[in-house]
């Protein structure tokens, strides 16, 4: 399959509202899928999502292992998910650093929830249901967030936590989702 470009901050197909995925183990959706991954492992993300490459769907990846990059984000299981439903469990939320792959060079601070259970399902229409907390909570809103056409800038309490990722963290890296 091949590496797509990742549309960025500005171009209005990001600001959209993705359709539901309605047909499942299909060709056309497989290789949405590989397309996927490879774009995501190509800029050494930890999630995307098909509008971002300009694929109106509903539809996300996301998965890390050990990152040295971010050592101190528990590994997430490498994910297809489609149709997600977020239901936050609490009202809990924590402040993180977050990048997205249509952002950048940027980094900025967006409160999550702590723990969310999602459900959905992957690409043969089988059910994903997981209650989940922390990092994994964190990739999972981030990328739902791009099926209603939500940037994490959107979700920033204090605009003055955004920036350059080389000036916010000259030692160091957050990963892009
Ligand atoms: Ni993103």
Request: no cysteine; hydrophobic share 40%.
């Given at each position: 399959m091949s590496i797509k470009e990742v549309l960025r901050m500005?171009?209005?197909?990001?600001?959209r509202r993705a359709e539901e995925v309605?047909?499942?183990?299909?060709l056309e959706l497989h290789a949405l899928l590989a397309d996927m991954r490879d774009t995501m492992r190509a800029l050494d993300g930890v999630g995307l999502s098909a509008p971002q490459i300009g694929?109106?769907?509903?539809v996300v990846i996301f998965g890390v292992q050990h990152n040295p990059r971010y050592p101190d984000a528990e590994p997430v299981p490498q994910t297809v998910l489609l149709n997600p439903v977020i239901v936050p469990l609490g009202n809990d939320t924590a402040d993180d650093w977050e990048g997205c792959l249509s952002v950048p060079g940027m980094r900025g601070l967006v409160p999550r929830f702590k723990t969310i259970r999602y459900r959905g399902c992957d690409e043969k229409g089988a059910l994903i249901d997981r209650t989940v907390s922390g990092f994994h909570a964190r990739v999972v809103q981030h990328e739902c967030d791009h099926l209603d056409g939500i940037l994490y800038p959107m979700r920033m309490?204090?605009?003055?936590?955004?920036?350059?990722s080389d000036v916010l963290f000259p030692d160091g890296k957050v990963p892009e989702e």
């Open positions: 500005g171009d209005a197909h990001l600001l309605l047909s499942f183990d299909t694929v109106n769907q509903r309490r204090d605009l003055r936590q955004f920036g350059f």
